[in-house]
T-cell receptor, first 112, second 114 residues
Framework: GAGVSQSPRYKVTKRGQDVALRCDPI?????LYWYRQALGQGPEFLTY????????KSGLPNDRFSAERPEGSISTLTIQRTEQRDSAMYRC??????????FGPGTRLTVL | GQNIDQPTEMTATEGAIVQINCTYQ??????LFWYQQHAGEAPTFLSY??LDGLEEKGRFSSFLSRSKGYSYLLLKELQMKDSASYLC???????????????WGLGTSLAVNP
């Protein structure tokens, strides 16, 4: 695709519900990263993939968070039993291996 | 641990030059990136340094000193549209070089005044 896309752009959910955030990287990009970004802060690393393999999930806050990239392209970040503290901007980025990362527009998650 | 420091806020005047500094203490250093982020938008790539010295790209230049753990981003002929957050990010290799990721600073919010 022309750029990294994410959906939904905005998600409002009630506490306790599960949410799935989708990232569609630039075609051919090997690496895919998930970040969380609070207002006025830099991106906070969550996890990343090379192709379909999850290389590092050390940034996931707890076991309610999981991610997958089953075919080495589209990725889904899932948050189970959401809590208010999960409210944030979730960003996805992709890159050709070690090159610059291209970011998607993000998903603004609000947990009521 | 991995640590990146940059000033929280800076102010400059349209047409002037501004230098945004970044210092880092990381292991497995393999390059330093600068990104620009306008309010409400995604970060966009500005520059990349892996060797010591200055990289120039139009009005923007970036400098790296690996021995000092120091970089700066230089913006010349400032324009109002340059008002944004500037993020310093260090690429690190870890897990015996099998993994690679970016460690991000908190960003420097630059306000350009007329």
């Amino acid at each position: 695709g022309a750029g990294v896309s994410q959906s939904p752009r905005y998600k409002v959910t009630k506490r306790g519900q599960d949410v799935a955030l989708r990232c569609d990287p630039i075609s051919g990009h090997v690496s895919l990263y998930w970040y969380r970004q609070a207002l006025g802060q830099g991106p906070e690393f969550l996890t990343y993939f090379n192709y379909e393999a999850q290389q590092d999930k050390s940034g996931l806050p707890n076991d309610r968070f999981s991610a997958e990239r089953p075919e080495g392209s589209i990725s889904t970040l899932t948050i189970q039993r959401t809590e208010q503290r999960d409210s944030a901007m979730y960003r996805c980025a992709s890159s050709l291996e070690a090159d610059e990362q291209f970011f998607g527009p993000g998903t603004r998650l609000t947990v009521l | 641990g991995q640590n990146i420091d940059q000033p929280t806020e800076m102010t400059a005047t349209e047409g002037a030059i501004v230098q945004i500094n970044c210092t880092y203490q990381t292991s497995g250093f393999n390059g330093l990136f600068w990104y620009q982020q306008h309010a409400g938008e995604a970060p966009t790539f500005l520059s990349y340094n892996v060797l010591d010295g200055l990289e120039e790209k139009g009005r923007f230049s970036s400098f790296l000193s690996r021995s000092k753990g120091y970089s700066y981003l230089l913006l010349k002929e400032l324009q109002m549209k340059d008002s944004a957050s500037y993020l310093c990010a260090v690429r690190v290799d870890y897990n015996a070089g099998n993994n690679r990721k970016l460690i991000w600073g908190l960003g420097t919010s630059l306000a350009v005044n007329p």
